[in-house]
């Protein structure tokens, strides 16, 4: 179905700006959203998607412009109001109580009423009806926090969906999930379209939104470049409106797939039988000097529980890790941080940036934290790093003073990755690296990672995205319920025969 | 005139200055400083003067309050040191030699930071919550006290012990040069080194910091030492001004008075960014109140809520909520109401932090 252009718009937004603190994040922006269509929001990092949604839903209040809802001026002053007025919105950094319940999250401040106060039964059946229209089946008891992100986020969005609203909005929702979540969330979307809800989705998997948009509107710099419905607007064409220029070359990349690994010798890590009671089962990995291996699984199939146990973030109960062909014990990052190992979480804001922190001191607190307090880096050097990898990565805005909670989600993501880097490791863990960073950045990341492991460096490498997993990567371990069920060399497998492997492969075949 | 007021001291600062300028309106006397024999004497020496024992007791409690901590064992501590300098000196044959009453203070400090090593153990080793930990020895700490002296008030008289709340040096009193050391002792170990930023980082989000490899544990740790052992100093140097280790009174409230005056300094209560100069701020803000109470004729009964409408006025005026209505009032009556343009708003990334965290608390 796609929207004409003659219905009245529910949601008008017109001469939007914004500024902050040396950063004019709006600059005279339009957007209008109309009832029953998905509608698309582009742009690099930072060009000002998740700004404009907090400015429609009064997280932030507008400098000038006008909003209107209905055909009526609005004015939100808080999320609350925004969400009587039927805009209901899941932010892109995941808002919910991690010690609450799931269940209470998803029915927080719409909790069904029985004569004696809450009916917490009913919130708990609530909840599930709700978690499984996501296709969810969840403990709804269960804490928030003992659940992974992904499914974090899918709690996110099914809380959304309690509000009965006209207006879905939708920030980066998808940054977490697999294929089957992305498509059990397209449905429920698709759904809610075809009965007239407006729905504003962002995403930087450009396959999604060619799949799910009716329309899509570009901005950059935080300015507005155009609205184009979507058969108008063929990719690479999406692409150069969103960067300002035309993307490099990605087929140069998968070069880094086929270079040859020299595997005499002894792996600078090896990981035999790692396993703990209920989390993982015994999994293998080693990885080779300068040789990039991925992990590809489903969501839950044991990825993060793996890197964390060889980092040392959790305890395995089983299983040795030799490091350099020597028996490592990791307790404690420190002792991996010890053998050169770093670690980039998936779950950038609770384990990942220290948000009230400038963007050059969590650059350098890995680096810090290896030296000790009593050393600290010199302000010459920490201002060679800084400069080195905010050129690098192309971190925006180029102000290393700003606290690295201003920044956008995608550009944190690269000042934590050189948080990594400027520890100078030997081997490299990166979990879902590129979540939440834009085409153009996406392509800087990888060809980053590319070029590190040719000058030696040893990377892990998890992702979603299997054709980044594939183009990268020269062996690929496997991983389904909670352990790994082989080793795959990236040459010999195009991407559906992976999808296959992941879905189907009978266990134990383990292939080299 | 903008980059000033965005500053964070800018608040407290004025606070300050507004409380010496109103009540030296009220009486001149508030501000009056005499010549004696070289020496500086009148009501603004005292506040320096006086502000020792809290000033050291809030520096600690600043840095546990960086790492998400709070001490409520600083008062205690304060009694049990007290306690074990005066008995030392009581027991001595002879209570003026110098070298009695430095070996006093040494074992009192040394006390005072074997009880911080205990507080930090209960909180980074064993991960009891801080205000649990730190009450056990709030409320044993005095009975401690009481047993060293034996249930009695221990009074001594000893000049060198004196010296330490009421002599001078040169023409300031000694007092004044202990917490202006610790002060700046401390300032240089934190921002001079990494210490600092770590104790921010662990504050701030301590997985975060835990996966970057920082070792938040000795931090935490040091934190409680750091806060024991200048609560031993300032216990000394009340006893000293009463020539007397009271078990009760010694450090009466004073981890309350201490936190007010971390806040009111700007450092935040959720731990992470904190601000030494805030604290000096802070603490002599509550300690010219204190002697404003006095100055001005506050009868005693009517002292605390006094008292506590001033720190009501001193917070409300720090509130960037507050700025806005102010600001958003000022601006209509200049203003016709119909045009009434979007304000443009300079405490706009304060609202909108908190704008941010009361979304993150829905
Ligand atoms: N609270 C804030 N304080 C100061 N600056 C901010 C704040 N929030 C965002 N910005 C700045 O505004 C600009 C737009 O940020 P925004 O988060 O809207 O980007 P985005 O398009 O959502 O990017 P991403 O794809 O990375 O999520 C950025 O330059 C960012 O640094
Ligand atoms: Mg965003």
Known sequence: ?512 | MKALTKHRLFWPATALITLLVVNTVANPNFAKVTVQDGQLYGNPINILRESAPLMLVALGMTIVIATRGIDLSVGAVMAVSGAVALTIIDRADDSNRVTVVAIAIVVAVLVALVLGVWNGFLVSVLGIQPIIATLVLMLAGRGAALLITDGFITTVNSDPLSYIASGYLLILPFAFFVWVAAVVIVGLVERRTALGMLTEAVGINPEASRLAGVRSRGIVWSAYVLSGTLAGIAGVIYASNIKAADANAAGYLIELYAILAVVLGGTSLMGGKFSIAGTVIGVLTVQALDSAILFLGVPPAQSPVFFAAVVILVVLLQSPRVHRWGRSLGSSVRRTPQEAPPEVDDDRDADRAENVQKEAVR
């Not at chain 1, 690994?261 to 009671?277: C, E, K, M, Q």
């Not at chain 1, 050169?340 to 940036?353: C, D, L, P, T, W």
């Not at chain 1, 969590?362 to 009593?374: D, E, K, S, T, V």
């Open chain 1, 1 to 512: 179905m796609l929207a004409d252009t003659d219905v009245p718009p529910v949601v008008e937004m017109r001469g939007i700006t914004i500024r902050f603190p040396g950063v004019l994040a709006l600059d005279h922006v339009d957007f209008f959203l109309r009832p029953g269509e998905v509608h698309s929001l582009m742009g690099e990092n930072g060009a000002g998607k998740s700004t404009l949604i907090k400015a429609l839903t009064g997280v932030y209040q507008i400098d000038s412009g006008t909003i209107a809802v209905d055909g009526q001026a609005r004015r939100f002053e808080t999320t609350a109001d925004a969400q009587r007025a039927g805009i209901s919105t899941v932010y892109q950094e995941v808002n919910l109580c991690s010690n609450l319940s799931v269940g209470e999250n998803v029915m927080l401040g719409h909790e069904p009423r029985g004569r004696f106060g809450i009916d917490w039964n009913g919130v708990h059946r609530e909840a599930e009806r709700h978690l499984t229209s996501l296709g969810l089946e969840l403990d709804t008891r269960s804490m928030l926090s003992s659940h992974s992100i992904a499914i974090q986020q899918l709690v996110a969005i099914a809380r959304a969906m309690v509000l009965d609203c006209s207006v879905l909005i939708l920030d980066e929702p998808t940054s977490s999930l697999d294929r089957g979540e992305v498509e059990q969330l397209f449905s429920v979307i698709r759904d809610l379209r075809d009965k007239g809800v407006a729905i504003l989705f962002v995403s930087h998997f450009l396959e999604q939104v060619y799949e799910i948009s009716d329309r899509i509107t570009v901005l950059r710099n935080g300015q507005l470049v155009g609205e184009h419905l979507i058969d108008d607007l063929p990719r690479d064409a999406l692409v150069t409106e969103m960067i300002g220029r035309e993307l490099g070359d990605l087929a140069a990349l998968s070069k880094n797939a086929d270079r040859e690994i020299d595997r005499t010798g002894t792996p600078v890590l090896r990981a035999s039988g790692v396993s703990r009671r209920g989390v993982l089962q015994a999994s293998d990995i080693d990885v080779y000097d300068g040789e990039v291996v991925g992990i590809a699984g489903l969501l839950g199939s044991g990825r993060t529980e793996l890197v964390r146990m060889l980092y040392g973030a959790d305890r395995a109960d089983a299983g040795t890790i030799e490091v350099d062909g020597r028996e490592a014990r990791m307790h404690a990052p420190r002792h991996a941080i010890g053998h050169k190992i770093a670690f980039s979480s998936e779950n950038r804001r609770e384990e990942g940036v220290v948000a009230d922190l400038t963007v050059a001191e969590n650059m350098i607190l890995g680096l810090q934290a290896q030296r000790g307090w009593l050393k600290p880096v010199p302000k010459a050097e920490r201002d060679a790093i800084v400069a080195e990898y905010m050129d690098a990565l192309g971190v925006r805005p180029a102000d290393p003073t700003l606290p690295v909670g201003n920044l956008s989600g995608g550009n944190q993501q690269k000042v934590l990755l050189a948080r990594w880097l400027a520890t100078a490791p030997e081997l490299l863990i990166l979990d879902e690296p590129t979540r939440g960073i834009d085409v153009g950045a996406k392509a800087d990341i990888q060809r980053k990672v590319a070029e590190l492991s040719e000058q030696g460096l040893s990377v892990i490498f998890i992702s979603s995205e299997l054709e980044e997993v594939l183009r990268i990567a020269q062996r690929v371990v496997v991983m389904r319920d909670r352990g790994q069920i082989g080793t795959l060399d990236s040459s010999d497998v195009d991407i559906d025969a992976l999808i296959d492997y992941i879905a189907n492969s009978e266990e134990g075949s383990v292939t080299r």
